[in-house]
C-alpha cells in the first residue's frame, strides 16, 4: 500500500459522524477532505465522496448538526451539494456554530460597557468557550447601544443576527480581529496584539519542511500577503501564529499566519 493510501485509510478511521465511527461502505465512498483555519471568518471542513450507489446520500446522517470529528476538532454540517455522483459536505468550526444559535435579540445601553466587554458576554453564553483578548488595550465605554439583532423589533424582526456575526461585525469596525483558535478559544484582539508575540517559526525556502515561497509587495498596498507550502505536523501552526521569514529580501521579517489550508489525509 502506497504512503498516501495508508494516510487515506487512517484518516477514515479517525472520521466520526453522528457519534460514531463511519461504516465500512462510507468510508469506500470518500474521496478527499480538506480542513480551511483562519482568522477571517469561520473555520471550515470539506468532505467529497464519489456516491456511485448513493451510499452517503441515503445513509440517513445528512441533516441539521450532524457533527465530523477529526484531530481536536469538532465541525457541524451546514450544507450538502450533489453534481453527478460527487456529493459535497461543508461543516464549519462547532464554536462558531454554537455562537450562530445564540440570536436572541440584546441590547446594553450606551456608556456600560466596552465592545470589549460585550464581545466577552457574548463569548460568555457558551460556558465551554473561552475569551482571549489583548489585557493591555484600552477601550471606553460605547458611546452608542451595543446590540444583538434588533432588540426594539423583537423576534419578528429581520435583522436576526448572531453572536458569531455580532462578534465579528463588532471587530472589523474597530480594525481587531475575531477568529476561533483551538477548539474552544474565541480570539477577539488586535492585529498589533497579534503581531507582539513572540515569533513561533522561523520559515525559510527549502529548509525544515519548506517549499517555495510566494509572495507579493507592493508599498502602495497597506497588507501584503505571503503563501508558503510546508510539510508540518498536524495543527501545528495556527491562525493568528507570528512567523519569521528570513533570506528572502524585502519579505524578510515577522508574518502573521492568516489563513492555513490542508488535507488531513497526511500526518504531516
Known sequence: MKPADEAMSSLKEQFILRGKTMDVNLRAALTAANVVRTIDGAPTFE???EDKQRTFINSGIIGKGVTTGIGPFT???????????????TSEDQAVNVLRHKNSPLSIAPGVMTHVQFARRLVNEVPWLKFVTDPSAVAVPSKEALT?????????????????DTLVSNAQARRWRCF???A????????AFLMAQTTALDVQERKNGVDVIDFEYDE???????????????????????????????ASGKWLVKEIARSPFHND
Not at 227 to 235: D, E, H, S, V
Open 184 to 191: 474552544d478559544q474565541v480570539w477577539y484582539v488586535p492585529d
Open 47 to 49: 468532505l467529497n465522496f
Open 148 to 164: 444583538r439583532g434588533n432588540p426594539g423589533k423583537g423576534s419578528s424582526s429581520s435583522d436576526q443576527s448572531d453572536s458569531w
Open 180 to 182: 476561533i483558535r483551538g
Open 220 to 250: 502602495g498596498q497597506p497588507l501584503a500577503d505571503l503563501t508558503f507550502t510546508c510539510r508540518a505536523n498536524k495543527w501545528q501552526v495556527p491562525p493568528g501564529l507570528l512567523v519569521n521569514v528570513k533570506n528572502l529580501g524585502p
Open 75 to 89: 465541525y457541524v454540517m451546514v450544507s450538502c451539494s450533489k453534481t453527478g455522483d460527487s456529493v459535497t459536505v
